[in-house]
């Protein structure tokens, strides 16, 4: 039996039972009971237990007991185990006393430093500064150059946060001007890749100085003051923690009275274990917005944070925020989550954050707008962000560290990312569109902002995107958009609306979008200027003023420096050019508005160069990045340019060139290959020719070529038949200006195509007739005539007295190839009959030679002689003879009877075929 258990008679025991006890504290087991019984039967143990329940009155010797024999049992069940398994028995059924008994558990509990988010982002400056001093010292500037970019983005981490920069990063950032100097001198020494990078360390090192120069030249002053200054903050919310963390010594009654009332100003937020605010409670007053504003930006990009419950924080500080700082610096909070969106389940923000983003956004703007002794500003100084701020005579103005500018334009792209992803073709597109005319009146709030703070390079970052989104916009959409701006908009000084106080008709887009151009044309960005210039232009050729839009192309130079510029310039640019082009063929300007698509035509990829798809390429396949980073350059459906409608208005402006220049070369291959417009059209025209079966027009390629056969036979109304039926004219927006100016150009060129095809067959034309023929008024008809012979395509003099056009065929002879025997050119006609002529004199020579090879082997002779006997080689020289002058050039075989050279020519040159016709 236990000791535990005896009566106090029982002190003296046996001495096997003092062995036992003895061996077992020797052994130092956890237990403190005496030794147990030996080992028995099973059948002993419920005896035992029996005489533990009626041997003892207490309930802590019970338990006691029960435990022991609970150990006695587990021993006995598993003995080879019990090694193992004591040091989780103490590891995790231990008191609080029993954590000394053990090793083991000493190891386990062993005291763990846990490091702050902060502390960490500071520790990774000192370490990226600890690099940098190491590879300055073996000169290596690779390193260097990686590790200052590194270090360049955690201090801009570290502004995000509103933590201050560590002291190491201004100690390097001074340092590194003479570490530069220094290896300037030993550059020749260095590989290629080193003294490169020595070279970008020199840029990089200037600008980051230039970024951080009030806070540089304060620790150049005075580098021991500067720390201080750094760490005062620090030590003084290290010193309140300590403060708070010493526990004060309570009754009961207190303790319960702090549990039910009084906690310090705080209230539980969410379920219990929450990590979205990490622990934040919402305070009741404004005393504790800090403290929880702080814990909140601490969570903030943790992994599992919950995002829900930190905006939900963040808006319950919003509510008991009082003052105009407090409210300022839980706004910017706010967005930031807001911002936070999950990129793995979605490509673009979801609609709900970025509506409440915006209205946040919109409430700071007035915020600053109205109280300009608050501002925000990306290069503030540094502050302590737990105590108020308020304006004084040191600080007129409190700056707040954050970006409006960065906000709008996120804010404007996430808006035009939903648009590239969603189907436009359903209503969920429209009404997303719907949304251009709140976030068009957060960038103009945004841009009257700047003008009143006069942050020039803000304003002129707010302005482009305000002309982005009304430059390629008809004026109803641009006055709708106008017309929806807060009263706020009238105060800017760059324009003002005026569509809301007056009519509508006294409103110009284009007075509003030169305004905001003139403004861009004065900044120092050049990209700006650049996209300012492209958007102006694009802007004058949609209200069809062709010769300004051309003449600012033109003087601009952009096309010599474009392919220096971003991916999205260089698609602007193709999506002006194309605009003018459209222009152009608006005002029948056919020729200038060839010319300008040619070039985008010629490369066959018109949908990828105006970011309107991604073409399959045959030979080269996208990566999945490039196909990303391809999608992502779209623009959006609705300024969409249509590309039917382009490629149309190209086929058709060829068709109108390349027709009177075909009839012009007539038949002659070379003339035809000399006067090409567009070879992208000759090649569709070649493969129209070929088909043995042509059916009714299906598309408007169909109808193109369709109509250019018409115009080339002279039938003039066919052809505007079939380029009328083409529908996508109705995108134009004067549809029946449009197709009369085609019907006038064609009747023109077919006017053009016919003097070149008949010219060599009349010998004068009426001109009353001529235009007749093709429904033009006398004076059209009298001046594309006096044209063409002023050009010399035409060689012809115009009778005015008589009316008449009088053709010149001698004249026209000098310039063509082919000339009869009168002196007139050949037609279409002769030609093909000298072409016939020749290939029937080849086939003939080829039958004779065929023959003669026959007779020289002696098979047949035409006189039944055999090849052997006299006067055959005067035979020979005869039939030789013959040959020659069927070929016009013989002088005659041996015996025979041969004609002079060019005989057969002769005579026909002097046939039917050499006389000109008389109509």
């Known amino acids: 039996m236990s000791s535990f258990f005896r009566s106090a008679a029982d002190s003296d025991s046996s001495s096997s039972a003092s062995s036992d006890e003895e061996e077992l504290r020797s052994s130092g087991s956890e237990s403190e009971s005496d030794a147990p019984a030996p080992k028995t039967a099973p059948a002993a143990k419920p005896k035992r237990n029996l005489l533990r329940k009626t041997g003892s009155d207490s309930d802590s010797s019970d338990s006691d007991s029960e435990s022991e024999d609970e150990s006695e049992s587990e021993s006995d069940e598993e003995p080879m185990q019990q090694e193992t398994k004591k040091p989780a028995r103490s590891r995790f059924l231990r008191s609080e006393g029993a954590a000394a008994d053990s090793d083991d558990s000493s190891d386990d509990e062993r005291a763990k430093v846990v490091k702050s988010a902060k502390s960490k982002r500071a520790d990774e400056v000192d370490a990226s500064v600890k690099t940098i001093e190491n590879g300055a010292k073996i000169n290596d500037w690779v390193t260097i150059s990686n590790e200052f970019d590194k270090l360049v983005r955690l201090a801009a981490r570290q502004t995000n946060t509103a933590e201050p920069i560590p002291v190491g990063f201004f100690k390097v950032l001074s340092s590194l001007d003479e570490m530069v100097a220094a290896a300037q001198g030993n550059r020749k020494k260095m590989n290629a890749t080193n003294a490169k990078a020595l070279n970008s360390m020199k840029q990089k090192v200037k600008k980051a100085q230039r970024e951080h120069e009030t806070q540089l030249a304060k620790y150049r002053a005075d580098p021991e003051e500067f720390e201080r200054s ?174 409006v500018v960065s906000l709008v334009e996120r804010l404007d792209d996430e808006f035009m990312k939903s648009l590239q992803n969603l189907d436009p073709h359903q209503g969920e597109y429209i009404d997303r569109l719907k949304d251009e005319k709140v976030i068009y009146a957060t960038i103009v709030g945004a841009q009257v902002l700047f003008e009143k703070t006069g942050e020039r390079e803000h304003l002129d970052r707010t302005v482009m995107r305000r002309l982005e989104h009304i430059y390629s916009k008809p004026d109803l959409v641009t006055r709708a958009l106008e017309a929806s701006l807060p009263s706020v908009a009238s105060k800017s000084t760059i324009w003002a609306s005026q569509v809301g106080t007056s009519t509508e008709s006294s409103f110009s887009a284009l007075a509003l979008v030169r305004a905001l151009c003139i403004r861009l044309y004065k900044t120092e960005n050049s990209l700006l200027r650049t996209r300012a210039m492209l958007s102006h232009i694009y802007h004058y050729a949609l209200h069809d003023d062709y010769y300004t839009a051309r003449d600012m192309l033109l003087m601009s130079h952009l096309q010599d420096t474009v392919g220096n510029a971003d991916v999205s310039t260089q698609i602007l640019y193709n999506r002006t050019v194309v605009q003018v082009g459209l222009c152009a063929f608006r005002l029948g300007l056919i020729r200038e508005a060839q010319s300008t698509l040619q070039e985008i035509f010629a490369t066959q990829r018109v949908k990828e160069l105006l970011a309107q798809g991604v073409q399959a390429q045959r030979y080269t396949t996208l990566t999945p990045e490039q196909e990303k980073a391809e999608r992502q ?161 035409l060689a012809a003099s115009l009778d005015q007295v008589a009316g008449v056009v009088v053709l010149h065929h001698a004249a026209s002879s000098s310039s063509s190839g082919s000339v009869a025997a009168d ?60 040959q020659r002058e069927r070929r016009g050039g013989g002088r005659g075989g041996r015996g025979g009877a041969g004609r002079g050279r060019g005989g057969a020519m002769d005579r026909f040159n002097s046939g039917a075929l050499g006389r000109t016709v008389q109509v």
């Open 823 to 882: 002196g007139g050119e050949l037609s279409h006609l002769q030609r093909l009959a000298l072409q016939l002529v020749d290939r029937a004199t080849q086939l003939t020579d080829s039958s004779e030679r065929y023959l003669e090879s026959k007779l020289s082997q002696g098979e047949q002779r035409a006189d039944g002689v055999r090849g052997d006997g006299q006067g055959g080689g005067d035979h020979r020289g005869g039939r030789d003879g013959q």
């Open 230 to 403: 750094l760490n005062a903050p620090a030590v003084a919310a290290a010193a309140a923690a300590a403060a708070a963390s010493v526990p004060k010594k309570k009754g009961p009654m207190a303790v319960a009275a702090d549990a039910e009332g009084d906690d310090d100003g705080f209230e539980t937020v969410g379920a219990k274990g929450a990590k979205g605010a990490a622990g934040a409670k919402e305070p009741t007053s404004s005393e504790g917005i800090y403290k929880a504003l702080a814990q909140v930006l601490e969570a903030r990009g943790r992994k599992n944070t919950d995002r829900g419950e930190q905006i939900r924080t963040l808006e319950g500080l919003l509510k008991v925020a009082t003052t105009t700082y407090q409210k300022v610096r839980v706004i910017l909070a706010l967005i930031a989550s807001h911002l936070d969106y999950n990129l793995a389940t979605s490509a673009y923000m979801p609609l709900e954050s970025w509506t409440a983003a915006r209205e946040q956004l919109d409430a700071l703007v007035a915020i600053l707008t109205e109280d300009p002794s608050y501002a925000v500003r990306e290069n503030a100084p540094d502050y302590d962000d737990q105590v108020e701020r308020a304006p004084s005579q040191d600080e007129p103005v409190v700056v707040v560290r954050g970006s």
């Open 633 to 793: 350059r779209q623009v959006p459906f609705h300024m969409h340019i249509n590309l039917e409608l382009l490629e149309v208005v190209y086929l058709v402006s060829s068709m109108l060139l390349e027709v009177p220049l075909m009839a012009q070369a007539g038949s002659d291959p070379d003339q035809l290959k000399k006067k090409v417009v567009s070879r992208t059209f000759r090649r569709m025209l070649d493969y129209a020719n070929r088909q043995v079966f042509v059916g009714p027009p299906e598309n408007k390629r169909d109808h193109v070529m369709q109509a250019t056969k018409a115009l080339q036979q002279g039938d003039w109304q066919k052809c505007v038949g079939l380029i009328h039926a083409i529908k996508v004219w109705s995108l134009m927006p004067n549809e029946k200006d449009v197709k009369d100016m085609l019907a006038r150009k064609i009747q023109e060129e077919g006017l053009r195509t016919y003097l070149f095809t008949y010219s060599s067959i009349y010998s004068t034309l009426s001109l009353a007739h001529l235009a007749s023929i093709f429904d033009l008024p006398l004076s059209t008809a009298t001046s594309i005539v006096s044209k063409m012979i002023w050009d010399e395509t």
